[in-house]
């Protein structure tokens, strides 16, 4: 069957979604604070204040040794300093931002009354209602720093985020981004605005997440400016071959992140998830290229032409791909199209929807005791048939894992051609719709009932796993009768 041709088309531009609370980053240094309380949480809070350079004044008629020992030892930066025993209104005017550890909800409303009336930004200590901002978790890498905000809903939330960005974000980070405040003014002037000024950042940044800068650092700053400065052959531009997994975003590389977060446009296909693109820069330009087979598909003619196009007008280009790119994925021919054409390409993997099969069902695809090789196979040739250069033969072997691709409309000829070739009737078998994702469904049956035709036109990528390894527990089974039925529409045997 002949599949309609569509154009590559440019994808709605991201939105905002709602916000629940604005983060917005207050310069404190020079300016006066005020902390009323002399608790450890207020203490807390003060010697956060100092740290971003305010003159920090306590009001407390008694002071707890944390705040104690703080006003003694004194903050890394700013001031701190023990104003008084009694706070009034009279003492918020002037402030900058003003916190207080109320001890009962007439303190409390006094304070924001007053605090209202000075026109001062007020925060009650775990007291959201009297509060006009929040603080939020922090992760430090100053001058970087990265505010984290649960709107007051889960703190224990907000904190395991920040624990996971700080493994994600190295110590040294501190380091490049003071060397980025010292050079900025250089570079600005030095750099024509636009292609040249980005071109530097993005390679000062790409080096940021790795060692400390060097000490020498001119160097290093002068390498980069000419680079910059010096035409590129073919508009300088690039291409990133990226692999989207199977959908769950929590599948992607660091890498991959990367690279969405550095591109100017991205050229994705039907199965990459909303989650994933939802991890992009706002500002790149989206383009759906989609291939679905049986569907009206964008000609991989004019994904290549596009790609060198956008390249040579000096553009950072991300050709996004469900999967790894490198499997059944037609990355070869775009690759071999790019060198030609004298464009640097680069290639990040993703998880391939076999591999993530196997992590969702928790099995191993070459169980020592069931198998002893594994294969990725297509379902369909060009025609759309079964293909017939397949070694048949070792696909039969019963001590082989076979995972086939796209063979959804193929499965029928699929199952028999296996039997016909040696493999038991009851092999078990594993269909997979939308693996990883929300809408994800599995039916379990034996290759048998494959070839009675037991699965009905997939609405979605489907993935067969055959084979001994996908035999099920007693766990497995209870596990998916939901699956069984959401797939079947029929109650599980």
Not at 159 to 179: K, N, S, V
Not at 404 to 414: C, P
Not at 455 to 484: C, H, K
Request: glycine fraction near 10%; proline fraction near 5%; charged fraction near 25%.
């Amino acid at each position: 069957m002949r599949v309609a041709s569509r154009r590559p088309a440019e994808a709605a531009p991201a939105r905002m979604g709602p916000l629940a609370t604005l983060p917005v980053f207050l310069g404190l240094r020079g300016q006066r604070a005020v902390v009323v309380g002399g608790s450890a949480a207020a203490a807390w809070k003060a010697e956060l204040l100092a740290a971003a350079g305010a003159r920090v004044e306590v009001y407390a008629e008694s002071l707890e040794d944390e705040m104690a020992s703080l006003l003694r030892i004194g903050a890394a930066a700013g001031s701190l300093v023990h104003a008084g025993q009694h706070w009034s209104g009279e003492t918020l005017n002037g402030a900058r931002i003003a916190i207080c550890d109320a001890e009962t909800d007439e303190e409390a409303a006094a304070f924001v009354e007053a605090a209202q009336a000075a026109g001062v930004p007020w925060n009650v200590i775990d007291r959201p209602e009297f509060c006009s901002f929040q603080f939020g978790s922090i992760v430090n890498r100053s001058p970087v720093v990265i505010g984290i905000s649960t709107d007051g809903a889960a703190p224990i939330l907000g904190q395991a985020i920040r624990r996971r960005i700080e493994t994600l974000i190295p110590q040294t980070l501190a380091l490049w981004a003071g060397l980025a405040a010292r050079v900025r003014e250089g570079v600005t002037s030095a750099l024509q605005p636009g292609a040249q000024r980005r071109k530097f950042w993005e390679a000062f940044a790409e080096r940021s997440f790795g060692a400390a800068p060097p000490e020498e650092s001119d160097a290093l700053v002068s390498s980069l400016l000419d680079a910059a400065t010096n035409e590129a052959p073919h508009g300088g531009g690039r291409v990133t071959i990226v692999g989207a997994g199977p959908g769950d975003a929590e599948f992607l590389t660091i890498k991959a992140v990367r690279a969405l977060q550095s591109a100017d446009v991205i050229l994705f296909d039907d199965l990459v998830s909303d989650d994933v693109l939802e991890l992009a820069r706002r500002e790149a330009k989206r383009m759906l290229v989609g291939k679905r087979g049986g569907r009206a598909s964008c000609r991989q003619e004019d994904i290549n032409d596009l790609m060198v196009t956008l390249a040579r007008q000096g553009r950072h280009v991300v050709r996004l791909k469900s999967g790894d790119p490198m499997i059944f994925g037609r990355a070869g021919e775009e690759i071999a199209e790019l060198s030609d054409a004298g464009i640097p390409v680069d290639v990040v993997p993703g998880i391939t929807a076999g591999i993530a099969l196997a992590s969702t069902l928790g099995i191993s695809l070459t169980h020592r005791d069931l198998a002893h090789s594994v294969r990725f196979v297509t379902g369909h040739a060009r025609d759309g048939r079964l293909p017939e250069k397949l070694d048949w033969k070792g696909l039969a072997d019963p001590e082989t894992t076979l995972v086939v691709y796209m063979g959804g409309r193929t499965s029928r000829d699929l199952a028999n051609r296996l039997i016909s070739e040696g493999r038991s009737p009851s092999t078990p078998v594993v269909v997979a719709e939308a693996i990883s994702r929300p809408d994800q469904r599995l039916r379990h049956m034996t290759l048998d009932d494959l070839a009675d035709g037991q699965i009905a036109p997939p609405e979605a990528p489907l993935l067969l796993g055959i084979g001994a390894v996908f035999r099920r527990t007693s766990a497995q089974e209870l596990s998916s009768d939901v699956s069984d039925r959401a797939l079947t529409g029929s109650s599980s045997h």
